[in-house]
């Protein structure tokens, strides 16, 4: 795949990075003044760099990690190695009887499609992240980057969703160099983003890299012209995750 040059100004995005703290700051005390920042853990750079920003925001006391593997997870060292490095409270919740007793539960005569059954699991897990959260007076943290929002690739009602989205403007790349900025291990920035479900990677999936459609989307510029195809086409077919429900208003008149 194609490779692109890192041009990150580092002196701007430590501006736009301190400004997401304070803003994070302002969104507790009018949506949650006292509350508790509460977030799903993959081990992966983005709920590592959003759980790092809410510790510069909020004090490591406030913030709380949610652990779910579906039986064994072959990475949870690697959430884990967050929790340990930031030293926040977490939670583990394996959720694979829920999973299980779902896919068990459908009737014989229908047939379970493979993707609804990939998207199944961030479901169960957002749904999982929500009652931890009641129950310690919470506000869910969005985990999403404008990368993966752009193409659409998260699941609607799943990792999608949350009270407050700290990342949802920034790049992939953006959201590595802020994990540097904020001190975090390195294996947790480069670890291979991954949707934990298919076996594959994020830019297996897609089919472009991250590097690649980044740029695109912060300059206009890219080299292949059936690689911007794809990404438009994508970028059109998933817009409507971005809403939070379309809804029909009547005329009155």
């Not at 310690?136 to 989205?165: H, I, K, M, P, Q």
């Not at 994990?179 to 298919?198: Q, T, V, W, Y």
């Amino acid at each position: 795949m194609e490779r692109v040059e890192n041009t990150l100004d580092r002196e701007k995005l430590t501006k736009a990075m301190n400004g997401c703290i304070e803003w994070i700051r302002e969104f507790f005390e009018e949506n949650g003044k006292g509350c508790n920042a509460v977030l799903g853990i993959s081990g992966g750079k983005d709920s590592s760099v959003v759980a790092a920003l809410l510790v510069e925001a909020l004090g490591k006391d406030r913030v709380i990690g949610v652990l779910m593997p579906n039986g064994e997870q072959a990475d949870i060292d690697m959430a884990k190695l967050l929790v340990n490095h930031l030293g926040i409270k977490h939670y583990v919740v394996n959720i694979k009887e829920a999973y299980d007793g779902i896919i068990n539960a459908f009737p014989e005569d229908l047939e379970l499609s493979n993707q609804t059954k990939i998207n199944l699991a961030p479901r169960i897990r957002m749904s999982t992240v929500y009652a931890v959260s009641q129950s310690v007076n919470g506000r869910v943290a969005n985990t999403c980057n404008l990368s993966e929002d752009w193409v659409g690739y998260s699941t609607r009602y799943g990792d999608s969703v949350g009270d407050f989205s700290p990342c949802s403007h920034f790049t992939v790349q953006e959201v590595k160099e802020i994990g540097r900025i904020l001190g975090l291990p390195e294996a947790l920035i480069e670890k291979a983003p991954s949707d934990g479900l298919c076996g594959k990677t994020d830019e297996d999936n897609l089919g472009f890299t991250y590097a690649v459609l980044d740029k695109y989307i912060r300059t206009g510029e890219i080299e292949d012209e059936e690689t911007k195809k794809l990404i438009d086409y994508k970028h059109k077919m998933n817009l409507f995750k971005l809403e939070v429900m379309p809804s029909y208003e009547p005329k009155w008149d």
